[in-house]
């Protein structure tokens, strides 16, 4: 995360919606019950997603690292009534926790949740179908995930990329040198905003958001 001054994350957190009593629970039990808690999305960062879905009501999403279910809620939150979210994740061992509060989620039904690698599951998906992507996936395949949700998105659709700013460390001059995921979120941020197929802008919000919409 990067660092705002504490007196403004104060302000924010404080004007910004409370997050529905399920996802509480799910914070909770993701710090009790995972090895790696700091993943999940923050509340904040949720309610971005939970409002932009809102806004944009797409009928078919895609996300790229499930977790443990925590932004999949938050954007199945804008889904219209025959919408989906297709959200894809590798590791099987959190499934029960995932299916546990997916089914307890009013709209449970619109969620197509599978156990895959993204790079090979994303083929299985037509191409032109998707309206919303979250990619929050290993950062190692952002630029192939880019490459791939382009193709999948409709012309107009979003894209929204978690950690693009990882932690600051794409604004320092040697830290590429020492971590590979720098050296590809930097090079990631350098294509995406060169890249005339899109518009994009990064969002400061906790650990960067590039939002993008494909022309
Ligand atoms: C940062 S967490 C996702 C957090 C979640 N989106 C949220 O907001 O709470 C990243 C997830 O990506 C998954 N992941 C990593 N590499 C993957 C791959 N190649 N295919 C699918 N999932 C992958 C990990 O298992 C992990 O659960």
Redesign the pocket.
């Known amino acids: 995360m990067i660092n705002i001054s504490p007196i403004l994350e104060s302000y924010l957190d404080h004007h910004v919606d409370q997050e529905p009593e399920i996802l509480s629970r799910l914070r909770v039990e993701t710090y009790q019950c995972t090895t790696q808690p700091h993943?999940?999305?923050g509340e904040y960062?949720?309610r971005l997603l939970s409002i932009l879905a809102k806004i944009l009501s797409p009928k078919t999403i895609v996300?790229?690292?499930?977790?443990?279910?925590?932004?999949?809620l938050c954007l199945a939150e804008g889904l219209p009534s025959d919408g989906k979210i297709i959200t894809?994740?590798?590791?099987d061992e959190?499934e029960y926790l995932c299916r546990k509060y997916f089914d307890e989620f009013e709209f449970a039904s619109k969620i197509d949740f599978r156990i895959?690698?993204?790079?090979e599951?994303l083929n299985t998906i037509e191409k032109n179908s998707v309206d919303l992507a979250?990619i929050?996936?290993?950062k190692e395949?952002y630029p192939y995930y880019f490459e791939k949700i382009l193709e999948l998105l409709r012309p107009g659709g979003t894209m929204l990329v978690?950690?693009v700013l990882w932690y600051g460390k794409v604004m320092l001059e040697e830290e590429d040198k020492k971590d590979p995921s720098t050296k590809i979120l930097k090079e990631f941020n350098e294509m995406v905003t060169k890249d005339e197929r899109v518009e994009s802008i990064i969002l400061p919000i906790r650990d960067g958001i590039t939002l993008i919409r494909k022309k």
């Open positions: 993943m999940i999305s960062q949720g996300e790229l690292g499930t977790f443990t279910g925590y932004a999949t894809i994740d590798k590791n959190l895959n690698d993204a790079r599951e979250f929050d996936a290993d395949s978690d950690n």
